[in-house]
């Protein structure tokens, strides 16, 4: 059973960087065919993606964050993380790690999902 968790600051100050950590057990992200994301929710608000980092350490981001957004893994430790810099109160957010599957150009979801953190922007 794969499992994931969220970890980080639950108050991030505007125009800070805003770093989560996301630990996989049950299964290596270098694993083919996996990728790994990031998702977001803001309070009242529908689900926003906004990257991954493939098994094969390949990076992918939303086109409206991609400027701010770092998806980098520490393999030793089964571990990916994410930094967004130069913060708002609009990033204000339940932010989720997942698990996608993609083979070639099919895409299989996301089947395995952290339980989310809550992240705050505020000074």
């Known amino acids: 059973q794969v499992q994931l968790q969220e970890s980080g600051p639950g108050l991030v100050k505007p125009s800070q960087t805003l770093s989560l950590t996301c630990t996989v057990s049950g299964g290596s992200i270098t694993t083919n065919y996996y990728y790994w994301s990031w998702i977001r929710q803001p309070p009242g608000k529908g689900l926003e993606w906004i990257g991954y980092i493939a098994y094969s350490g390949s990076t992918y981001y939303s086109p409206s964050l991609k400027s701010r957004t770092s998806i980098s893994r520490d393999t030793s430790k089964n571990q990916f993380t994410l930094q967004l810099s130069s913060v708002t109160p609009e990033d204000t957010a339940v932010y989720y790690c997942?698990?996608?599957?993609?083979?070639?150009?099919?895409?299989?979801?996301?089947?395995?999902w952290g339980k989310g953190t809550l992240v705050t922007v505020s000074s």
């Open positions: 997942a698990r996608e599957q993609r083979l070639g150009p099919h895409y299989y979801g996301m089947d395995y």
